[in-house]
């Protein structure tokens, strides 16, 4: 046997050796359930409504929002002179529940950063998506380097001290393909073990959604795919159990068009259920859920028309019906004014308090906040129309 | 790590860039002078500033990260090509295109949403794939196919180390730039190339 014979196969052995032998180990992840207070006897119904982007920019677009350790409210928002023009940046301000009053509007995150900690060119940014995981606040968000929002990929920046500055970024490497096109819009949801499940989708030949688990550093360790083909995209996860989760799609079927689509994970997040349509009607657009009781009793807000933005609607499912309760409408398209679409991209935090804080891009040139108290909630209840 | 070190990261870049340049043009023809003029254009497109960023930054925005396979195999053409140092056989060439082009099949379709099955996913931790991969490169041990050996051997501890951006082990193995330029060792035919001290059997394999 020559030398070289005998030094080849002995790197095949100590590399493989080596490879095997340091594979992470990967386990089911065990959902971190949270726990809001669900009785406010003693408040009146409130509902306060406001535009808190600013006009730092002409357009705005898919805001984000997290509840801080203090209770305060962080939201972000991307926002440039268009949508996908060069522009764009990650803004963000602080909603002190104190004294209820709004901080200066920060730019956390621009196409400029982005390159440089990369390595790469950036054409744009868009839909921040943040999660408070311990002391930190992790920040991902998608950035293009060439064509549109299917040529996303999706970064990832961690504060350590409530959103003032910001770490390093980091490039997810989510897709084979160039890493082209994965995207996220919905929150991620925590485990026990301190992973973090991120619901993320695709938009490049397939479009379909799938869930990321990414360990305490960062890095993805696994996948799960929800769904496959060209039908659903953006879903929205919430856990059913400890071990299971259920979750709700925005629809990109062509050919199935005013559809909403649910899933329900069979074993552990490896297996999901084929999708079905929810009763309820949606454009092809964003949707926004919330737990009231775990595991069914939702509130979901959403366009409530098969093909148009023109309203943001909640819809309320008990846990002893499958059926649909509209509760409450927030917009109705005026008629006499020409925006296309224009309301979009919702997304309803319920803070541990039990109250919840909606945001939506409004007219394109806003970012719209509702606030509304559990007495409020329990009053659109009271008053809601008929199950469908 | 070459993802935390911009230094190795644009060399890299720069390496993928100089070793199509060189066999999308007709570098071998030129003479020594000419051939380490070319190598020092493309190094001033690639690392200096265009516009606000290296030229490597919009090379690396488009199309990412090579593979460590694809490294060693543009490192091996452009020695054969340039240097007349055959670093691999023929019947590997010919084993080396049928692997990656089985890869490539298994693995693109379905990571782009073909089926619910995700053979991406294979890719973060499932001691199968490496298992597999260990078996071929002791199939190309056999064989003497010391080169891919050793190649499927590195990418396997390249991912142990995590050298990429990825945690993927796909993503070691093979990317679809790859694939497009070992298609075409397969698909074009030979152009007429001529470097001396290689074979015209090697070379009609291998010249684009």
């Not at chain 2, 055959?86 to 590997?92: S, V």
Request: glycine share 6%; net charge negative.
């Amino acid at each position: 046997m020559t030398a070289i014979r005998l030094g080849v196969l002995l790197v095949i052995a100590c590399g493989f050796t080596l490879a095997i032998s340091s594979l992470p180990e990967i386990q089911k992840p065990a959902f971190v359930i949270p726990e809001y207070r669900t009785s406010d006897q003693d408040s009146e119904p409130l509902l306060e409504e406001a535009l808190i982007s600013g006009n730092l920019t002409r357009e705005v677009h898919s805001s984000t929002a997290i509840e801080l350790i203090n209770g305060d409210i962080r939201v972000f928002w991307y926002g440039g002179s268009r949508e996908g023009s060069k522009d764009t940046s990650i803004y963000s301000r602080v909603l002190n529940r104190a004294d209820n009053s709004w901080s200066d509007i920060e730019k956390v995150m621009t196409r400029q950063t982005v390159a440089r900690e990369t390595h790469r060119y950036i054409r744009k940014l868009g839909n921040p998506v943040a999660l408070v995981n311990g002391d930190e606040i992790w920040l991902f968000f998608v950035s293009v380097s060439v064509g549109g929002w299917a040529g996303s990929a999706i970064n990832l920046s961690v504060s350590e001290d409530n959103g003032s500055t910001w770490g390093p970024v980091k490039r997810l490497i989510s897709s084979p393909f160039m890493n082209l096109s994965t995207l996220v819009k919905n929150a991620p949801l925590l485990t026990e073990k301190g992973d973090v499940i991120l619901p993320a989708y695709h938009e490049f030949l397939g479009k379909f959604a799938e869930l990321l688990q990414l360990d305490s550093s960062g890095n993805i360790t696994n996948k799960y795919r929800i769904s496959h083909g060209r039908e659903a995209i953006q879903p929205f996860l919430l856990p059913a159990d400890t071990t299971h989760a259920i979750a709700f799609m925005r629809n990109s079927s062509a050919s199935q068009p005013g559809k909403l689509w649910f899933s329900r994970s069979q074993d552990n997040l490896a297996d999901w259920t084929a999708l079905e349509a929810l009763t309820l009607l949606n454009p092809d657009a964003a949707i926004t859920v919330v737990q009231l009781n775990m595991p069914d009793e939702l509130l979901l807000v959403f366009n409530n028309h098969p093909t148009e933005k023109e309203d943001i609607s909640m819809a309320h499912r008990s846990n002893s019906s499958a059926a649909w309760q509209l509760v409450y409408r927030f917009e109705t398209a005026v008629g006499s004014e020409n925006i296309h679409n224009p309301f979009s991209y919702p997304f309803l935090l319920q803070t541990h308090d039990g109250n919840f804080h909606l945001f939506y891009t409004w007219k394109r040139e806003h970012i719209k906040h509702v606030y509304f108290n559990r007495a409020a909630l329990l009053e659109m209840l009271a008053t809601a129309g008929p199950e469908s | 790590m070459i993802s935390a070190t911009p230094l190795l990261t644009g060399l890299a870049t720069l390496f993928v860039c100089i070793a199509w340049a060189t066999l999308l043009l007709p570098v071998s023809r030129l003479p020594p002078a000419g051939r380490v003029l070319v190598v020092v254009i493309i190094a001033l497109l690639v690392m200096l500033p265009l516009a606000d960023y290296p030229g490597w930054y919009y090379v690396r925005g488009v199309f990412g990260d090579s593979s460590v396979i694809a490294l060693f195999f543009y490192l091996a053409l452009i020695l054969q090509q340039n240097f007349s140092w055959q670093l691999f056989q023929e019947d590997e060439l010919v084993l080396l295109r049928r692997l990656a082009l089985a890869a490539a099949i298994l693995l693109y379709p379905f990571a782009l949403g073909l089926t619910q099955f995700d053979s991406y996913s294979l890719g973060y931790s499932n001691p199968w794939l490496l298992t597999a991969l260990c078996i071929i490169s002791l199939f190309c041990w056999l064989r003497k196919y010391y080169f891919l050996a050793v190649s499927i051997t590195a990418a396997a501890i390249a991912f142990s180390l995590q050298l990429l951006e990825s945690h993927n082990l796909w993503d070691y193995l093979l990317d679809p730039l790859f694939i497009v330029l070992i298609m075409l060792t397969w698909l074009r035919p030979p152009l007429s190339r001529v470097t001396p001290g290689t074979t015209a059997h090697v070379r009609q394999s291998t010249d684009l």
